[in-house]
């Protein structure tokens, strides 16, 4: 069974304290992995995807990679506008269909 | 800009009654989705569609239905609302099969 786990479920870190996320998978087949914010009251805004194993994306303060088995979302010096809640997803096959993991949610203290 | 819009963003009603939650996009995305936000669950598939007149079902449909009648719209419908499909509901598009959905902010639905 298709399955995406995300540790830690919470995160407290002080400002510019850096750590990272993890997203484990296990899928047969997968065609992309994709990760997303999410405010309080707003539906997930759109980060990365990373389609192969190796592969890096960046944007601001985070950056995500992606091994055959897992993903990291590294956050970089956090600010207090980088709490949220971050999603993971995995597409398997062709289908389109996304696979959410149930989340971390980051809180960054000033 | 191109946009997905969701509606209502709140809504009570008790169970029994029909509902319908309205998803409108302007991108002009064949494939369209609907997901339910629970604790414990987090995003969860209801239907999708790829297409004008295409509807298939995901890993939790029952008692949930969708029509396409246009590329834009994806209306999602309970057909007898039941106090376990409380929920936040969200619709998302999709330009293709492999290409990032973008997500509406959602419609929070307390059944009574």
């Known amino acids: 069974e298709d399955q995406v786990t995300q540790s830690p479920e919470a995160l407290r870190l002080q400002e510019g304290e850096s750590s990272s996320l993890n997203c484990s998978y296990t899928?047969?087949?997968?065609?992309?992995l994709f990760w997303y914010r999410q405010d309080p009251g707003k539906g997930p805004e759109f980060l990365f995807t990373?389609?192969?194993a190796g592969e890096e994306k960046e944007k601001e303060r985070l950056k995500a990679t992606l091994t055959k088995k897992e993903s990291f979302l590294h956050i970089t010096a956090p600010k207090p506008e980088d709490s949220a809640t971050y999603l993971c997803a995995v597409q398997a096959g062709n289908t389109g269909k996304l696979i959410f993991g149930q989340g971390t949610t980051l809180q960054v203290k000033p | 800009d191109a946009e997905i819009t969701q509606s209502p963003r709140h809504k009570i009603t008790e169970t029994g009654r029909q509902v319908t939650l309205a998803c409108h996009q302007t991108w002009n995305h064949n494939n369209m989705f609907w997901y339910r936000q629970d604790l414990g669950h987090g995003l969860r598939l209801i239907h999708y569609s790829y297409g004008v007149h295409d509807t298939n079902k995901g890993e939790v449909s029952d008692g949930y239905s969708v029509s396409r009648s246009n590329t834009e719209d994806l209306p999602l419908t309970l057909e007898s609302a039941a106090s376990s499909q409380t929920s936040v509901y969200f619709c998302a598009s999709s330009e293709s099969q492999n290409q990032p959905q973008h997500f509406g902010d959602g419609t929070r639905l307390s059944i009574l």
């Open positions: 990373l389609y192969s």
């Open positions: 899928v047969s087949g997968l065609r992309g």
